[in-house]
């Protein structure tokens, strides 16, 4: 448990480090940027302690952890903190349980309670509702990349979560990132040539660094590494902190301090996740 805290302590700082780094860099650079440099960290950690490479079998689920949390939420996270505040992103983010508890399901084979379906409605209601509020009842893309987000960390946290239980926990990020990186170190190269690095400013170099090292490294360490050794549905408790911890993280870093309604849908939305995780299975 104590893991998966921190984990999500580190996940929280997420979305305000990519407001930082989105400031002055390309989003797409940064996303790629963050998955090249912790791929570049974890290949001599893995080769120095002579881990084994996953099996055939484990194929699936290692794919799932590639397009969710390597590729996926690392690049509609950096593109949506462009156009709006890490406040906004992280109510949205807020689905996050509900969806990885889909997602969880569906890898699984399981059935879920029809009062899980009502909440999970109710829930996506809340935050569409919150969204168009905040968009002049026109939605924007921003929200339809952290729905993106979304889905992609949910596919992610679900596959390594499981995964985690076979290979390892901190070894299920870093094998993910190394069978990446042959797909996101040419793009990232070709990117950086178009790029006047030197003009970046040093919170963006902040931003970016953070991503890279804590965002898509450690805290994977921690969390899949929690997964492992506590089950996927006891340590993803602690995620309903993640939300009230970005929004403090946000005001404290971005100098973005969320509405009341703001903190009201928070509390509506991770109240309804509390109370899906109490319901019986189906």
């Not at 079998?57 to 462009?82: E, H, I, Y």
């Not at 924007?140 to 979304?150: I, P, R, S």
């Not at 340590?235 to 870093?253: G, K, N």
Request: aromatic share 12%.
């Amino acid at each position: 448990m104590a893991y998966g805290f921190i984990g999500v302590l580190i996940f929280a700082l997420t979305l305000p480090a990519t407001r930082l780094a989105v400031a002055g860099l390309d989003p797409v650079w940064v996303a790629l940027g963050r998955v090249v440099v912790a791929a570049l960290l974890a290949l001599p950690i893995l080769l120095l302690t002579r881990q084994v490479r996953p099996a055939a079998s484990q194929a699936r689920l290692l794919m799932g952890v590639m397009v969710g949390v390597v590729f996926g939420f690392p690049l509609f996270t950096s593109l949506a903190m462009q156009r709006v505040d890490a406040s906004h992103g992280a109510v949205v983010l807020g689905l996050l349980p509900i969806a990885t508890a889909m997602v969880g399901a569906w890898q699984g084979g399981e059935r879920l309670p029809r009062a899980f379906w009502a909440c999970a409605a109710v829930g996506a209601a809340l935050v569409l509702g919150y969204a168009l509020i905040h968009s002049q009842g026109r939605p924007g893309w921003a929200d339809g990349y952290l729905l993106l987000a979304v889905a992609s960390s949910a596919l992610g946290y679900a596959s390594g979560g499981k995964l985690s239980r076979s290979l390892g926990g901190w070894q299920t990020i870093a094998w993910a990132l190394v069978f990446g990186l042959p797909l996101s170190l040419p793009i990232f190269v070709g990117l950086s040539l178009d790029l006047n690095l030197a003009k970046v400013p040093l919170s963006a170099w902040l931003g970016f660094g953070y991503l890279t090292v804590f965002s898509q490294l450690l805290g994977f360490l921690f969390w899949y590494g929690g997964m492992a050794r506590a089950g996927v549905a006891r340590v993803s408790q602690v995620q309903l902190l993640q939300l009230f911890l970005t929004l403090i993280f946000s005001a404290a870093i971005n100098g973005e301090y969320a509405s009341a309604d703001t903190w009201g849908v928070a509390l509506l939305v991770v109240g309804l996740v509390w109370f899906i995780r109490r319901l019986p299975a189906a």
